[in-house]
């Protein structure tokens, strides 16, 4: 069956250091997959998007990778400040559907001061 | 300009009312999704709009669910005979393009209680 696993449910980092956030899936073919955030009692906002024939993408201290040997995408947020506490979700969106995204469960993290 | 807005925001209802969630999508927008998110989880996809056309509803759970968007713009879940496991918060969603293939633009939800 079709699954999206991110890693743990909480990751608590200390300020200035590197999180990294894994989203691993199977039996999907995606075509892209989305990064979004999410604070509490808000709908999700779009971070970046990275394509199947891309290994990487950059966004200010926002990283993503896409491997789709190891069907795994990281998210890194270097330099972490305690302001980029909150839960962040993957997406996968499959070639075939064309409206259809699949999200994960989302990693909560916590940048302690 | 004004983000995708949702009303109302808070909605507690009585097992086998029949509620309706408003959805008013970024002007000018082609695509238009409906999410469903329970506690602690990622959102579950329920249906998707391209203008007024509904191109995939797989993911409604039930035939008590459904959801229409008549004039291409707003669109409105209902959920009839509410059950409690309904209660969820209710996400929509539009995106400038086709396909929805850019981002998604997510208004802030409808927390349904269902007593």
């Known amino acids: 069956s079709q699954k999206i696993e991110q890693n743990s449910e909480a990751l608590n980092i200390q300020e200035g250091k590197t999180a990294t956030l894994t989203c691993n899936y199977t039996n999907y073919s995606p075509a892209y997959l989305q990064w979004y955030r999410q604070d509490p009692g808000r709908g999700p906002v779009f971070l970046l998007l990275i394509r199947e024939n891309e290994k990487e993408k950059r966004k200010e201290r926002l990283k993503v990778t896409f491997d789709t040997t190891l069907k795994q995408s990281l998210f890194h947020i270097t330099a972490s400040q305690p302001a980029d506490s909150a839960t962040y979700l993957c997406?996968?969106?499959?070639?075939?559907?064309?409206?259809?995204?699949?999200f994960g469960d989302g990693t909560t993290l916590t940048v302690k001061p | 300009g004004a983000g995708v807005s949702q009303s109302p925001r808070y909605k507690v209802a009585k097992r086998g009312q029949d509620v309706a969630l408003r959805c008013d999508p970024i002007s000018g927008h082609v695509s238009l999704f409906w999410y469903q998110q329970a506690l602690g989880q990622g959102p579950e996809f329920l249906t998707y709009f391209q203008n007024e056309a509904q191109l995939d509803k797989s993911g409604l759970p039930s035939d008590r669910f459904f959801a229409e968007r008549p004039e291409g713009s707003v669109s409105t879940l209902k959920i009839q005979r509410t059950q409690q496991e309904d209660s969820a918060v209710y996400l929509c969603?539009?995106?400038?393009?086709?396909?929805?293939?850019?981002?998604?633009?997510f208004g802030p939800g409808t927390r349904l209680t269902v007593l």
């Open positions: 969603a539009s995106s400038t393009d086709e396909l929805g293939q850019n981002e998604q633009f």
């Open positions: 997406a996968l969106r499959v070639n075939t559907n064309a409206g259809k995204s699949t």
